[in-house]
């Protein structure tokens, strides 16, 4: 059963333009999502998170939206560049004594053309 | 400077052999995790910790056993009763920051059957 789908496996943008990653989740007692970004053979970094109180959050180029109706999030990067080419993963945290532990999706492929 | 440490990067296990993956942290992150990644699919979770002398299992921890006798690691073995084992397995630190969670990632071990 899988709680935290991407279901887009990858996605091409242009250098410049905006690159939109989907994220949809069913399980409702998560209240806190993430995102990683990882390249090939390395540990994923951490972008950005937005708790279920919230239904945006910003840092610089990366935006992450929430729609808790939906149970969906977005993460917009605005500009993309050649080096934000990398796996994509949205992960979800239901808190408590979920204390940690992060069900993660499938993951996008963002390639970015110059 | 701070981080996580895995190692090695690419190891290799013949048939019925117990290998051991190692994970040390020096961020002074009280829990700790094992992830595991397959070509096309999120991370799932195999064993965590989150203090000293006690760890939970994971969503997939059949074929795999942990200690943690120290704060700073988290080794993972790998038993020959774990029949798929090939994959990229990442290990993972947190400190809870308010009431949510933000998970730190070593730069993996990848870990092939001969």
């Known amino acids: 059963d899988q709680q935290v789908k991407q279901n887009s496996p990858s996605l091409s943008v242009q250098e410049g333009r905006i690159s939109i990653l989907n994220c949809d989740y069913t399980?409702?007692?998560?209240?806190?999502f993430l995102w990683y970004k990882k390249y090939p053979a390395e540990g994923p970094t951490f972008l950005i998170s937005?708790?279920?109180?919230?239904d945006k959050n910003e840092d610089g180029r990366f935006t992450v939206f929430l729609n808790k109706s939906a149970k969906h999030l977005s993460l917009h990067i605005v500009p993309s560049q050649p080096g934000d080419s990398a796996v994509y993963f949205c992960?979800?945290?239901?808190?408590?004594?979920?204390?940690?532990?992060?069900?993660f999706g499938q993951g996008t492929i963002l390639t970015v053309h110059p | 400077d701070g981080g996580i440490t895995q190692s090695p990067k690419y190891l290799f296990r013949k048939e019925g052999q117990n290998v051991t993956l190692s994970c040390e942290q020096n961020l002074n992150h009280d829990a700790m995790y094992w992830y595991r990644q397959d070509p096309g699919q999120g991370l799932r979770l195999i064993y965590y910790s989150q203090i000293v002398n006690d760890f939970q299992k994971g969503d997939i921890a059949e074929g795999y056993s942990v200690s943690r006798e120290k704060k700073e690691s988290f080794p993972l073995t790998v038993t020959s009763a774990q029949k798929n084992p090939t994959a990229f397995y990442l290990c993972?630190?947190?400190?809870?920051?308010?009431?949510?969670?933000?998970?730190?990632f070593g730069s993996g071990t990848q870990l092939s059957v001969l």
């Open positions: 992960a979800a945290s239901a808190g408590g004594t979920s204390y940690g532990k992060l069900t």
């Open positions: 937005i708790s279920s109180i919230k």
């Open positions: 399980n409702s007692m998560f209240d806190y």
């Open positions: 993972a630190s947190s400190i809870r920051t308010g009431t949510n969670e933000k998970l730190f």
